[in-house]
């Protein structure tokens, strides 16, 4: 079955220790999304790819950071967490068009000590 | 600024018991509306997508609706597997950008 894979499952890191989560993906979909869900809220999109072309929300903060070195994998990486940042992280795929559904992974949690 | 408000926060139902959930929102040039189910520790799980009022989605016991400004998610005699967080999100005509709501966590007891 095509899917969204997201690795690892759970994540513990430092203080301040960098931390990189993965996505990879079977559908071939050109866009890929990623969010920030803490406990009881809505998901939060953070950034997304068109292809290779990166589009960034005005508010997220300079420590994340992504790639997307080809069509199937796709990276986010905290340069320093913090506390606050502590939360599941959910990798999405859609089609070319806005208006398609999103097909999720089902994410990484990530505790920071 | 877009915006997405899902009611109740918590719904508990008998199981068989129907009931609705409400979606909320405030978008410049809707593209989509977009039902998901989240279950515990997962991703959130496709259900619908509405792109204009009036229109309406049916799929086993769930039936989504659209107006102009909110969204309803039926549900008809539920049973316990019905039990999870439905999530609501908007696309506008600003592009990808996806706005969800905070969910409605939907209990259904035997």
């Known amino acids: 079955d095509a899917m969204v894979i997201q690795n690892p499952r759970y994540q513990v890191t430092q203080f301040g220790k960098p931390v990189t989560l993965s996505c990879s993906q079977t559908?071939?979909?050109?866009?890929m999304y990623w969010y920030q869900q803490k406990s009881s809220q809505a998901p939060k999109l953070l950034f997304h790819y068109y292809d290779k072309d990166f589009n960034n929300e005005a508010d997220t903060p300079d420590n994340f950071q992504s790639r997307r070195p080809n069509t199937s994998f796709c990276f986010l990486d905290i340069r320093s967490p913090g506390l606050g940042d502590a939360a599941m992280y959910l990798c999405a795929t859609g089609g070319d068009r806005p208006n398609q559904p999103q097909h999720f992974g089902d994410g990484t949690r990530l505790s920071i000590l | 600024e877009d915006q997405v408000t899902q009611s109740p926060e918590a719904l508990r139902l008998q199981e068989g018991e129907s009931s609705s959930l409400n979606c909320s929102y405030t978008?410049?040039?809707?593209?989509?509306l977009f039902w998901y189910r989240q279950d515990p520790g997962k991703g959130p799980e496709f259900l619908f997508t509405?792109?204009?009022a009036g229109e309406e989605k049916e799929k086993e016991r769930l039936k989504a609706t659209l107006t102009k400004k909110e969204s309803f998610l039926h549900i008809t005699a539920p049973k316990p597997e019905d039990s999870a967080t439905y999530l609501c999100a908007v696309q506008s005509a600003g592009g990808f950008k996806t706005i969800f709501g905070a969910g409605t966590r939907l209990f259904v007891k035997a």
């Open positions: 559908l071939n979909h050109n866009v």
């Open positions: 978008v410049s040039g809707l593209r989509g």
């Open positions: 509405l792109y204009s």
